[in-house]
């Protein structure tokens, strides 16, 4: 990464996050084939839920920056890209046992909430550079455990391709969204302060990051 402070944060938080997360109880019992159809069922629904939310974000930043037409045009992709993404991962619920009306009647658990409206905050109330360091520990963590979950739901739950879309997605599309997140934090993070509210940040989000998958492990099980 040609970015010396945006490096330093993937190596010393996100990183480090990732890996942490990857050693949960819950991605620990996926790669093994032991997690149960109920918290896979559970994830399904709450990811779900949560990617209306952030979807209906973008779709006023990209109103909100009209007059910026670089900031523009980064929600605007941002936007045309995650918009399929709440109906994948539709399909793979119902790929598992889901129907519609259990995300129809879905409720978001109170650590989905909180990872959720932190992402929002970032977005409305957060400078540049704290707000997309958000994104960019979230695009992090979500291109690595799709590839778990791609893997897993392959070799030891038989979903074929289709079923498994939002993994494979992820695990490609997000490369490129976790380059854009790093050009914004660096184009903005200059003064100490700016780079103290990103540091902050990012811990902050990995800490709401490994919250929701112990939250859904728990509320499932």
Not at 187 to 206: G, H, P, Q, S, Y
Request: charged share 25%; with cysteine.
């Amino acid at each position: 990464m040609s970015y010396p402070f945006v490096a330093s944060v993937m190596r010393e938080i996100i990183h480090p996050g990732a890996e942490q997360l990857m050693n949960t109880r819950f991605f620990i019992e996926l790669r093994a084939g032991k997690l149960s159809k109920k918290r896979l069922q559970g994830f399904a629904v709450q990811h779900y839920l949560s990617n209306h939310v952030i979807n209906k974000g973008l779709a006023f930043l990209m109103v909100r920056n009209a007059n910026n037409q670089p900031m523009y045009e980064q929600f605007c992709e941002l936007f045309t890209e995650e918009q399929s993404h709440p109906g994948l991962m539709k399909r793979f619920g119902l790929a598992i046992g889901l129907s519609d009306k259990d995300f129809d009647n879905g409720i978001m658990i109170f650590e989905c909430v909180a990872h959720t409206a932190a992402i929002i905050r970032g977005m409305f109330v957060g400078a540049p550079a704290e707000t997309r360091v958000g994104a960019l520990v979230n695009e992090t963590m979500v291109q690595r455990y799709s590839d778990e979950f791609d893997a897993a739901l392959e070799k030891h739950y038989g979903l074929d391709s289709r079923a498994r879309t939002f993994f494979a997605v992820h695990g490609k599309v997000d490369v490129e969204h976790t380059a854009m997140a790093a050009d914004t934090v660096a184009k903005f993070a200059i003064t100490d302060r700016d780079k103290e509210l990103v540091r902050v940040a990012a811990k902050n989000m990995v800490r709401f990051k490994l919250a929701k998958f112990d939250g859904i492990y728990d509320t499932y099980g």
